[in-house]
């Protein structure tokens, strides 16, 4: 190496430089990279391969993005994108710092150059091929440095386009996100209303269940009442034995009642005396609904009843009121429904002479029997298990049937085949039979229509007077009187 003395300036402005040739090749197109190592030493660090450029950088980046934007969320895909901005603004910051270390060069090589310019002048010989030497090498290097320069504005350009990809990305992920949230919300607004109907749903099915449910108690204990009721009828137990000791106590009661109203005619007639002559009649039976009365002779000189004239009537407690009942001409007359609350009296004539027999009071009514037809006016249609005795034509029928006695009309089968059906009309009749023996106080007159007409035997005179009074009461709804035949008015005594 050269030795530079003080005189070194004199001597470079003795010595001629010739100019360097600007076609100088170098090994390395790149800006080498310089740092100083042991002894104070300037190295040149080797190019590693494996470096990419900031160009394939940010087109690898771009292309991972784009790739993942199909496969990523929404909210995952803002994140990328706004990660991907600040990559893109950080590059952006690099390149205007890389610009100004660039500009930063090209002044270090200009001031360089100018120094190598002087310091031309100044040597001479070798030195100066040296000196000339380092200013192509200093020139080969700004060519470079512009070259480079080139690709950091274009590299500028590229990172500029990308960052206002990605802004336009990011802005277009928040657009999609909000659009998203909002779609989110409607859809979950939704979801509260068809829960909130859902529940309103299960809450009206619950009432509906309690209902229904207490509904099915309520048939479950009649059914369960119903049952006791039929074991009670099929299985003997407390209940039956207490009502076969009632049954026995009314009828004790019934035979007590008939003495009492004996022992009260004997003593109305020991009272009358001789007055009125001998008696020749009496009443006999229970003065009370659901019984009946017959005419008895007290006297060997009474005719015979088949020879007399019978006519009964039905008076009012103060006397005032006598209504002759149409049909009843028998020696035994079965009180109805009617006939409660009146006095019932009978006019025996025989060869011009009359004996009136009555009751000592009122007929009573049945007891529990208005209890039984109020709960039967509740039904729709009750039925009524008879047997016909008697019929309008020329064709008896002796076997069971049903009589149906409904709010608006009455019907009468035999099983499955109905006999008749009529509704209540002013034609239709309904009484007690009057007359018939002991059994007149089971059974009825019906007549449906003109020319059709029925006597019924019921199963107990209980069933017989419920019918009848149900019957009436149906009628009278209907504005329909229900009596029996020549029904008038009472007389004025």
Not at 59 to 72: H, S
Not at 295 to 307: G, H, V
Not at 460 to 476: G, P, Q, T, V
């Amino acid at each position: 190496m050269t030795r530079m003395t003080r005189d070194f300036g004199d001597t470079m402005q003795k010595d001629a430089v010739p100019a360097v040739s600007a076609d100088v090749i170098f090994a390395s197109l790149r800006f080498p990279n310089y740092k100083i190592g042991a002894n104070n030493q300037i190295m040149e660090t080797k190019h590693d391969p494996k470096v990419l450029s900031m160009k394939e950088v940010v087109a690898r980046e771009t292309a991972q993005l784009l790739e993942q934007q199909k496969r990523l969320s929404v909210r995952d895909l803002a994140s990328k994108f706004e990660k991907g901005l600040a990559a893109a603004a950080k590059l952006s910051e690099e390149a205007r710092l890389r610009e100004a270390a660039s500009l930063e060069k090209h002044v270090l090589l200009k001031k360089l150059r100018d120094a190598l310019q002087s310091l031309k002048g100044r040597v001479a010989g070798r030195n100066k091929d040296d000196v000339a030497e380092a200013i192509a090498m200093v020139e080969a290097l700004a060519v470079q440095l512009t070259q480079r320069e080139g690709e950091l504005i274009q590299e500028k350009a590229e990172v500029k386009k990308l960052t206002n990809f990605l802004k336009q990305a990011s802005e277009d992920a928040k657009k999609l996100v909000n659009e998203e949230r909002a779609f989110a919300r409607f859809e979950i607004e939704n979801a509260r209303a068809a829960v909130q109907r859902v529940e309103e749903a299960l809450q009206e099915h619950e009432r509906m269940s309690q209902a229904s449910g207490k509904q099915d108690l309520e048939q479950l204990m009649k059914e369960v009442q119903e049952a006791r009721r039929i074991k009670m009828l099929h299985q003997p137990s407390k209940v039956m034995d207490m009502e076969h000791e009632l049954r026995a106590l009314r009828v004790q009661l019934a035979e007590k009642s008939r003495l009492y109203l004996r022992l009260q005619k004997e003593i109305a007639r020991t009272k009358k005396g001789e007055e009125n002559g001998p008696h020749l009649y009496e009443l006999e039976g229970t003065e009370t609904l659901g019984s009946y009365l017959q005419i008895q002779p007290c006297s060997d000189n009474a005719p015979e009843l088949s020879t007399c004239s019978l006519h009964w009537y039905r008076v009012s407690t103060e006397g005032a009121k006598k209504e002759f009942i149409s049909g009843a001409t028998k020696s035994v007359y079965a009180p109805e429904p009617f006939d409660v609350g009146h006095i019932l009296q009978v006019d025996i004539i025989s060869n011009g002479q009359k004996v009136t027999l009555s009751t000592t009071g009122p007929i009573d009514p049945a007891a529990g029997l208005g209890t039984y037809v109020e709960a039967l006016v509740r039904k729709h249609d009750t039925e009524f298990n008879v047997a016909v005795t008697q019929t309008g034509s020329d064709n008896p029928m002796e076997s069971i049937h049903v009589l149906h006695v409904g709010k608006m009309r009455m019907k009468l089968c035999k099983g499955k085949s109905t006999i008749v059906k009529e509704y209540y009309s002013s034609s239709m009749q309904l009484c007690g039979v009057r007359g018939g023996g002991n059994a007149a106080a089971q059974a009825v007159f019906w007549q449906p229509k003109q020319g059709l007409s029925f006597v019924l035997a019921f199963e107990s005179e209980r069933e017989r007077n419920a019918a009848i009074m149900l019957a009436r009461r149906f009628a009278f709804d209907c504005n329909i009187i229900l009596a029996g035949p020549d029904h008038k008015a009472p007389l004025e005594t």
